[in-house]
């Protein structure tokens, strides 16, 4: 791998020519450099930069010839960024800072009089095409963002809600709290195509925050209506999803603290939903799950079974609940191997005081399967699908008497 390494230039050297190839960029650490562009093959100075600051890097950037001159104005050390410290670091980069980068860059050129022609030339119609096609990917992406953006502002989210069945009674229990984003040019879209977009962009704080604050707003409505018609149905809960992101957001906790009593709720009652899969991302979510417990949330793990040390980590810290993963009730009735694993869970999950929830539930075979194996609760379309608020407050009538 290319390392940072210095080189000195006497007073008055060439550091390099327009045109030249250029396959690295300098940053001054003592004198100063003079940049010359070319006016009708005329020589212009048109910049003097001294220490702390960096050259040469548009070569670097694009692959393209030297657009200026560079000449030690006195004696003068820098260090060589090389191509490849920069292109390990665009690799890494947001596609989106990838073109944002590019574009600037043939703008920055064409300001200078350069055209990219010569070196497009070389680019085969083949490249080209791909690199159309990534640019229209990255575009359709940024367009994503900006809807996501705006819909924020504009409350465009709703909060669907499914119903939690009780295996032994039969009665609904709780909600599962499942965002949803109704747009006027796409419909209603399903939180998998735009949470995750969420999650690499800052939104997912604000919808995190929306998320919370209307699901603690509507269990007090839950819980309120059940007063009148099910008074034995105190403990009723909603479940949150939180994403791995909102952790880290320094007022993630804050608002954890908060929020709840704005409502009049209790935090026993709002289940923290966090995927299995976060956990293989480090130590600190083990922490992070702590801290929720201790300020009085019960923590489930979603999609139980879909990580990789599913086990070994139960032993690490407690959680209160486990979602097994809807890939393994799927093949429950069929699979004599999945009803033995989902057994097996069952088992490990009741010696170590946890709840079970079977996500996915579809069938009444399916349900009567996980009963016998054990499961405390059942969720799926076979027992409610996701459902607007109204619906949620009508299907408790019903369902939980
Ligand atoms: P999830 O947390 O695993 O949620 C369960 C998903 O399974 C929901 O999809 C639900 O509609 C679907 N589902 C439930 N029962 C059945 C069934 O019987 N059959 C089938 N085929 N599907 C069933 P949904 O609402 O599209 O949500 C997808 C994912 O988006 C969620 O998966 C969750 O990871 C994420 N998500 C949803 N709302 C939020 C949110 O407010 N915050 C965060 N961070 N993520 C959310
Ligand atoms: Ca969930
Ligand atoms: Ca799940």
Redesign the pocket.
């Given at each position: 791998m290319a390392q940072t390494s210095l080189k000195k230039f006497k007073k008055g050297e060439i550091i390099f020519k327009t045109g030249d190839e250029g396959d690295c960029a300098y940053i001054i650490d003592i004198g100063r450099v003079q940049i010359y562009g070319e006016n009708f093959g005329v020589e212009v100075p048109i910049n003097t930069l001294g220490p702390g600051e960096i050259f040469g890097e548009m070569a670097i950037l694009d692959r393209s010839g030297r657009s200026a001159s560079a000449k030690a104005l006195e004696d003068v050390q820098v260090s060589v960024v090389s191509r490849l410290q920069f292109e390990q670091r665009m690799d890494q980069a947001d596609p989106i800072v990838r073109l944002l980068v590019s574009i600037l860059l043939k703008r920055m050129r064409n300001n200078l009089g350069q055209s990219k022609d010569d070196l497009d030339s070389e680019i085969n119609e083949q490249k080209k095409i791909e690199q159309e096609q990534n640019h229209s990917k990255v575009i359709e992406k940024i367009k994503f963002e900006a809807e996501l953006f705006e819909a924020l502002a504009n409350n465009a989210f709703l909060?669907?809600f499914?119903p939690i069945i009780h295996t032994a009674t039969n009665r609904t229990v709780g909600f599962?709290?499942?965002?949803?984003w109704q747009s006027d040019s796409r419909g209603m879209v399903?939180?998998?195509l735009f949470?995750g977009v969420a999650e690499e962009t800052s939104l997912?704080t604000p919808?995190?925050k929306w998320?919370f604050e209307k699901a603690c707003e509507c269990l007090k409505q839950f819980q309120d209506h059940l007063k009148k018609i099910a008074p034995q149905a105190h403990d009723f809960f909603v479940t949150?999803?939180?994403?791995g992101k909102?952790f880290s957001d320094i007022n993630f906790f804050h608002m954890l603290e908060v929020t709840p009593a704005k409502y009049g709720v209790k935090e026993k009652n709002i289940k923290l939903?966090i995927?299995e899969k976060i956990l293989l991302e480090g130590n600190i979510f083990f922490y992070w799950i702590e801290k929720c417990r201790s300020l009085g949330f019960p923590v489930s793990l979603?999609?139980f079974g879909t990580g990789y040390s599913m086990l070994s980590y139960l032993s690490d810290f407690n959680v209160d609940n486990l979602?097994i993963d809807?890939s393994f009730i799927r093949k429950i009735e069929q699979d004599h191997k999945t009803r033995i694993i989902v057994q097996a869970i069952i088992n490990i999950a009741k010696g170590l005081d946890i709840e079970v929830v079977s996500?996915?539930?579809?069938t009444e075979k399916q349900a009567r399967i996980l009963k016998d194996l054990g499961c405390d609760y059942f969720?799926?379309?076979?027992f409610g699908?996701?459902m607007p608020f109204a619906d949620a407050i009508k299907f408790l009538d019903n369902t939980c008497l």
């Open positions: 909060l669907y499914q599962e709290a499942l965002i949803r399903r939180p998998d949470m997912i919808i995190g998320v949150v999803n939180i994403s909102q939903e995927t979603d999609d979602k809807q996500e996915g539930v579809e969720q799926g379309y076979y699908r996701p």
